[in-house]
Nanobody, 123 residues
């Protein structure tokens, strides 16, 4: 089992930066950040290999967001810069099972989810 808890969301203005954190309990190899805007489905934002250098990004955030993790603190981060109103969403961290080593950006492939944290970007 993997337990996840996000923090760091809030209300910011266009162009601002914000860092989300995800506290991780349990073993996993592949983790990701997803988001869901009002009235839409979950969208892949970024992914990371827990023990390695691989990272992946969705097209909408590449070049503006950076995913990272601190293994000693069991925490994953999402540094968001140049925020836009269209980045407004509930952001979730998610994890694949501990035996899975292949990356996948489909939300259905992640069995473990945090409760989410709201990010609102005002124009």
């Amino acid at each position: 089992q993997v337990q996840l808890v996000e923090s760091g969301g809030g209300l910011v203005q266009t162009g601002d930066s914000l860092r989300l954190s995800c506290a991780v309990s349990g073993r996993t190899n592949i983790m990701g950040w997803f988001r869901r805007a009002s009235g839409k489905g979950r969208e892949f934002v970024a992914g990371i290999r827990w023990n390695g250098d691989d990272t992946w990004y969705g097209d909408a955030v590449r070049g503006r967001f950076t995913i990272s993790r601190d293994n000693a603190k069991n925490t994953m981060y999402l540094q968001m810069t140049s925020l836009k109103p269209e980045d407004t969403a509930v952001y979730y961290c998610a994890a694949r099972g501990s035996m899975v080593t292949v990356f996948n950006r489909a939300p259905s492939q992640y069995p473990f989810w945090g409760p989410g944290t709201q990010v609102t970007v005002s124009s």
